[in-house]
């Protein structure tokens, strides 16, 4: 099936696919090109039942994909179909999937995605992202915004973020390459990775390591069970350090001499880590200054 819109101003992309990979391209144009594909003998009924269709709302136009399921387990494998969508770029998105993983090119506006087991990967994000799954792994790029990710047992990684980043997780990894803003994190037993974080930042977590490369400003909390945890110091910052290990180590590579004035009497960041059985690492995050 191959329908086509005239959405020449702002548009929201609704697709609910149980079953199937969603595509979704955004390129220069003013036309909205839906797909559907059906992967297997069973899915070709749900492709011919399918809600596919554009509606003018407010001061934008909102296109609808929306693929009819069959209940029971047993019909899961056997009623699969792909989506494709190409899209004006800036398009706001909101994707929701069962088991089929989404793929988010080009620059889209606004998103919000909830899978259960399926992967999401995105490029640009202009705006804020909202993303939820089970099981499935979430990757993006750049996002101008702010970040909410949540998994049971999946990994985050963000590469920029512009905003804040919220990240819940129970099992899954942590990464976040750079975050303008405030950082909150929660895991049970997967491991934290922080770039350059120039924002307030809360951390807890039970066994999974952190670890910080770059800090510059702000008040950092850390709380663990077992992890170890590692903060990098911006070059050319003061700080003041309250770190606690009951049976682990802590240690810091940089000297006491070393530490720069305070503005005004009071530090650049502050951080305060606190571990049950890990160590505490500081060191110097060579070739990072400050802005």
Do not use: C, W
């Not at 998103?111 to 087991?117: C, E, F, L, Y």
């Not at 922080?194 to 950092?220: F, K």
């Amino acid at each position: 099936m191959n329908r086509s819109f005239e959405t020449p101003d702002r548009v929201l992309l609704v697709v609910a696919n149980s079953v199937g990979q969603v595509t979704v391209t955004a390129r220069e144009g003013t036309t909205t090109e839906v797909t559907l594909e059906a992967q297997t003998p069973g899915g070709q009924d749900l492709v011919e039942r399918a809600v596919v269709e554009s509606r003018r709302t407010g001061d934008r136009h909102v296109v609808v994909v929306r693929i009819p399921h069959k209940h029971g387990m047993k019909f899961v494998r056997r009623n699969a179909v792909n989506v494709r969508v190409e899209a004006p770029s800036g398009a706001d998105v909101d994707v929701t999937t069962g088991s089929g993983d989404i793929e988010l090119n080009g620059t889209v506006g606004e998103t919000h995605v909830k899978t259960a087991s399926g992967d999401l990967n995105a490029d640009d994000i202009n705006g804020d992202l909202t993303a939820k799954t089970a099981s499935g792994n979430i990757s993006v790029d750049d996002v101008s915004g702010d970040v909410r990710l949540q998994s049971a047992s999946g990994d985050l990684q963000a590469d920029r973020v512009s905003g804040r980043a919220t990240v819940v997780t129970a099992s899954g990894d942590v990464e976040v390459g750079s975050v303008s803003d405030r950082v909150e994190v929660r895991s049970s037993s997967g491991d934290v990775r922080l770039g350059y974080v120039s924002g307030d930042t809360s951390i807890v977590g039970v066994s999974g390591d952190v670890r910080v490369l770059a800090y510059a400003s702000g008040r950092l909390n850390v709380r663990s069970v077992s992890a170890d945890i590692t903060v990098g110091i911006a070059e050319g910052v003061s700080f003041a350090v309250d770190a606690e290990s009951i049976s682990g180590t802590v240690s810091s590579e940089i000297l006491v001499e070393d530490f720069p004035a305070g503005r005004a009497g009071s530090p650049d960041i502050v951080i305060a880590a606190k571990t049950v059985s890990g160590d505490v690492q500081l060191e110097r995050a060579v070739g990072v200054t400050a802005a």
